[in-house]
């Protein structure tokens, strides 16, 4: 197979040896000297050379993200000047959108057709909608019941923000995490995933270019155990934003026990994704496989528990099974591919290991499960995986795999399925397919999670709030509803007597 990389994405950023990191308003090396690979998944091959951050780095972040705060231009902004810079931002995400579409693919392994249709566009587009919040932080005017008293709030940026993010959606997760925070004048250290650190630091050079003030972005590549594990510690950051395993959050609370700093948390799932029998069983399996299998799986809300009314069962699960094992797996450069490798060794070796252990517990695969060979066995690639004769208690239907592997479960009651999709400890997302509007309503109040999606899966916008119930975390993203985790409110008493 010949695979076109354009030279967008040879440009002079990946050329660079090695990547820099971003503080103050300089490109500069690690502390240390030190540096990481960054792979392409769709080869295991080396991409790049990235400098890793550490403790001092983050130090140094933290420091020029504080002065900036406290003085030089960003404290005087306007609101309307910080939403422009905000505008000014997606303008050149636009501009450089192929090369950042054609980094993405490569350093994630996502097919490129997402990269370009979704993970671009969308990340130009959270900028904008928080470009128009800059100008729309109102506080209150309060009639309190003390006589000539004026009574207001303000609502003011709660500082310096640590965020962490993950691997699945690079750019995007940046922009949901930058675009409020800096619409709300905090500023941020933001540290990427070891994974996948390039599009987050290309971001950096139009953050730059969009002439945002030194220090307000601080951008430090390196791993979890240190570059995060410091940012989370840090007694001068006031909050930290993570997104993350479930497992991961719970450290990252611990961490911000030094100066209690305010943490917002959007952690793993385990989301049920219903099929109804007078659903529109075509469009469900089109809207089950997109449930699971796009982005290779590796979505928080994936829809990894199927449950299938036990009438319409064996027609669905045999439209899945087919439907998945046509998918076409390739290079994510490759504009045919359908589904690409996951992110790394470690995450297959993860899914494989999940995969072995549901047919342990006895569930048989209808499709998939194993990895495919030929021109792709250098990648880290999985077929999409169907599992069949699954019951509730085994692993495989409790746990988060994040990956291509869904697992069927026939139900009889409406009740029934409502108690057993709630029986998780994760409530992030879930789906429901019906053309009964009874049934819709019910399902939307009984299911406890923070996104119900009805005849439809896996939909996000910029004004949708989106976050988790129980442990898939706390504080919403997107929306107005994500300001409150940016801003504090201050509450004014003027006595006009
Ligand atoms: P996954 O298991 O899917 O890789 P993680 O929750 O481990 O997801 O990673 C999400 C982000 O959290 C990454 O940026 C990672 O580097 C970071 N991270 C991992 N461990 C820690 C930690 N102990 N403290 C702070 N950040 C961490």
Redesign the pocket.
Known sequence: MTVNITESAQSAFIQQQPIKMLIGGQWVESASGKTFDTINPSTGSVLAKVAEGDSEDINRAVAAARKAFESGPWPKLTPSQRGRLLWKLADLIEQHAEELAQLETLDNGKPIRYSRGGDVPLTADHFRYFAGWATKLEGDTIPVSIPNMLTYTLREPVGVVGQ????NFPLQMASWKLAPALACGNTVIL?????TPLTALRLGELICEAGFPEGVVNIIPG???TA??A??AHLDVDKIA????T???R??LH?SEGNLKKVTLELGGKSPNIIFPDADLKYAVRGAMNAIFFNQGQVCTAGSRLFVHASVYDQVVSGLTGAASKMKLGQGIDPATELGPLVSHEQLERVTSYIATGKREGAATTTGGERPGDELAQGYFMQPTVFDQVRDDMTIAREEI?GPVVVALPFEEIEEVAARANSSIYGLAAGVWTSDVKKVHKMAASLKAGVIWVNTYNQFDAAAPFGGYKQSGYGREMGHAVLDAYTQTKTVWVNLR
């Open positions: 962490i993010i993950p691997w540290k990427p995933a070891e994974q791993f979890g155990e995060g594990a940012l989370a993570f997104t993350g395993s497992e991961v959050g450290k990252i961490a994040f």
